[in-house]
């Protein structure tokens, strides 16, 4: 709470001073790019910072891990809308290391979620909801076959045009360096 009120404090300063203007720009992504990645906190201004973005020039569309969980959820729709609305053509999705979804166990997930006050009758709820509870929670084993699955599973949606260029890339949580999975690299 308190840091929301900071949050609030800084925000009314920010526009009365106008220093929004810098970061005037259209909602159609100048480099007609898409990025699927990992809400990671390290990666906030790490990975613009580290590919060159600026205000303006990307959709970024961010998860836990960086994952496309269905083929009915928000990422998927988030990039039809990016494509089929916004005129984006290629799609990144980058992993990157370090990643806290990686090795998340879902049992020891459901464990904790009952120490929170999550009874068993809610979560068997859940699994009666047609879809695989334990899948949904858990997390990958390696960043790059993680990076693999989603780059296969958005080429592979039916929805997806085509046309449309979808890379894998890891950034190094570190140094943000980014190594191609399944895409161009630097020649
Ligand atoms: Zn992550």
């Not at 166990?105 to 009874?119: A, C, L, Y």
């Not at 859940?126 to 509870?133: A, Q, T, V």
């Amino acid at each position: 709470m308190e840091e929301i009120k900071k949050i609030l404090a800084y925000n009314k300063q920010f526009v009365e001073e106008k220093r929004y203007e810098q970061y005037s720009a259209s909602k159609f992504p100048n480099k007609k790019l898409a990025i699927v990645t990992c809400m990671d906190t390290r990666l906030v201004e790490l990975l613009p910072a580290a590919l060159g973005l600026k205000n303006g020039d990307v959709k970024m569309i961010k998860n836990a891990g960086g994952v496309v969980t269905s083929p009915f959820g928000s990422v998927i729709r988030s990039l039809l809308v990016a494509i089929i609305e916004l005129g984006v053509t290629d799609i990144m999705v980058i992993g990157h290391t370090d990643c806290g979804v990686q090795h998340i166990d879902s049992e020891m997930m459901i464990h904790h979620m009952k120490e929170r006050g999550i009874t068993q009758e809610s979560i068997d709820l859940m699994k009666y909801c047609g879809i695989d509870f334990e899948k949904w929670l858990s997390g990958f084993d390696t960043v790059e076959d993680s990076v693999r699955e989603t780059v296969d599973t958005i080429r592979n949606h039916p929805l997806i045009p085509n046309d449309i260029n979808i890379f894998g890339y890891v950034i190094d949580t570190q140094t943000g360096e980014l190594y191609p999975v399944c895409g161009p690299a630097l020649d």
